[in-house]
């Protein structure tokens, strides 16, 4: 007879062999090193308490740990967002590699990536978190990897320079210590959020600077700490809508942009094709002059004031009493989609027009996959800022398009 733990076991390495396949076949992993650590390390033994088609659900996190209203401070991220980053990362044997928000599960598969003769330091801000994943590593046998409590905002001096930094909170910005962390060929990895949408980038440096490699969308709970994020202004419209911008420049008038989604709609269609939304949600809130967000909740959608790009949240165009947003329509002729642009309130002429203009020459010159090339300058703004600057607090982010 089985024992009842024998066919847990086996369950789990089941699980676990189906996720690597859909992980291959997804193209979240591409090489033979990141294969074959999600399949070595058993992902189960760092949820013990979570149900196994969870864990090994390649686009779930797990809960780790919830704030006093619920929201999670802690998880282990999606297998999926794993796997994208450490190709991105491109850790080889005997690196030393820092890892900034913990849990275990990712720090042990960057130890099997870095192997006998590398280093993982992994760092978090929570006891709770640190403490958990120490009693995770060390039970499921990864009891070389090193664990700090610390506000990662400072990186951790201690075992620079490091090889790779991996981010694994949503970072508003990038801390000075991370750049000055890193070896001279060094990576930085980090889900940094630009005009409120969170891309991972992986940055070389690049002299002084980090020239972006590649980008990913990603979601991820906040960074907590001297780095987290205060830049973020939410204004409420009404029940269900609210429009949230990062830029100190844009004025939200709340009371007139409400009063314009009252006023008809304009609609205008720019003929231009709608696809690779999230490359063109970049090339949106870096060029639009004045830029928010505009969020809608599904039973605002459903009441037909705002249209459906909205329950995401869309790159807005707004001036003191008006707003203009992307929608998109079937293009009959091509199969595809056509993009647009609802506009409201009196300048909703002219706001429509500019942003028609952009989607125009978005699709005629940028529209492919890896267009952008990103850049962060440390150091403060100087003047006023050209189109595709976003200041921060430490730097600057410059995307220019090819
Ligand atoms: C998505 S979880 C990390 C997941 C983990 N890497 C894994 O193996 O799945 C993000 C973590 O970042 C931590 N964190 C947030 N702000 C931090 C900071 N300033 N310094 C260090 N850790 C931080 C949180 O406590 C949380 O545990």
Redesign the pocket.
């Known amino acids: 007879m089985t024992a009842p733990d024998d066919s847990a076991v086996r369950n789990a390495d089941r699980l676990r062999a189906d996720m690597v396949r859909a992980l291959l076949d997804q193209d979240a992993i591409t090489s033979e090193s990141v294969t074959a650590a999600f399949a070595a390390v058993p992902r189960h033994r760092?949820a013990p308490e979570a149900p196994l088609d969870l864990v090994y659900d390649l686009h779930s996190t797990v809960p780790?740990k919830k704030d006093a209203h619920g929201l999670d401070?802690?998880?282990?991220?999606a297998a999926h967002l794993?796997g994208v980053m450490l190709e991105q990362a491109g850790i080889r044997p005997g690196m030393n590699v820092l890892?900034?928000?913990?849990?275990?599960?990712?720090?042990a598969l960057i130890q099997e990536l870095v192997g006998g003769a590398g280093e993982v330091t992994t760092?978090?801000?929570?006891r709770d978190?640190i403490d958990r994943a120490r009693r995770c590593l060390d039970d499921a046998g990864y009891g070389q990897v090193k664990t700090v409590l610390?506000?990662?905002?400072s990186g951790a001096a201690d075992g620079a320079p490091y090889d790779r930094i991996i981010v694994?909170?949503a970072a508003w910005d990038i801390a000075p210590a991370w750049i000055s962390g890193l070896a001279g060929e060094g990576r930085l990895v980090v889900p940094l959020t630009v005009r409120g949408t969170t891309r991972s980038i992986a940055f070389d440096r690049d002299g002084e600077s980090l020239l972006g490699r590649s980008y990913r969308l990603a979601r991820?709970?906040p960074?907590?700490?001297?780095?987290a994020a205060k830049e973020e202004r939410t204004v409420l419209l009404r029940d269900g809508v609210v429009v949230q911008s990062d830029d100190d420049r844009v004025r939200l008038n709340a009371p007139a942009l409400n009063r314009a989604l009252d006023t008809p709609r304009l609609l205008r269609w720019s003929q231009a094709a709608y696809d690779l939304p999230d490359e063109l949600e970049l090339y949106l809130t870096l060029n639009l002059p004045s830029t928010a967000r505009l969020h809608a909740s599904r039973n605002i959608v459903d009441s037909g004031l705002v249209e459906a790009s909205t329950l995401l949240g869309v790159p807005a165009l707004v001036s003191e009493d008006s707003i203009a947003y992307r929608t998109r329509r079937e293009n009959d002729d091509t199969g595809g989609f056509e993009s647009g642009v609802v506009a409201h309130g009196p300048q909703a002429e002219a706001l429509a027009r500019q942003y028609v203009e952009l989607l125009q020459t978005w699709a005629h010159h940028h529209r492919r996959r890896g267009a952008a090339e990103i850049r962060y300058l440390p150091g403060p703004a100087q003047g006023a800022l050209p189109r595709g600057m976003v200041p921060k607090r430490h730097g600057v982010v410059a995307v220019t398009w090819h």
């Open positions: 760092f780790v401070t802690s998880v282990m991220s794993q890892e900034i928000g913990s849990g275990g599960y990712n720090a760092v978090d801000i929570d978190v610390a506000d990662g905002e694994t909170a991820f709970v960074m907590q700490g001297q780095g």
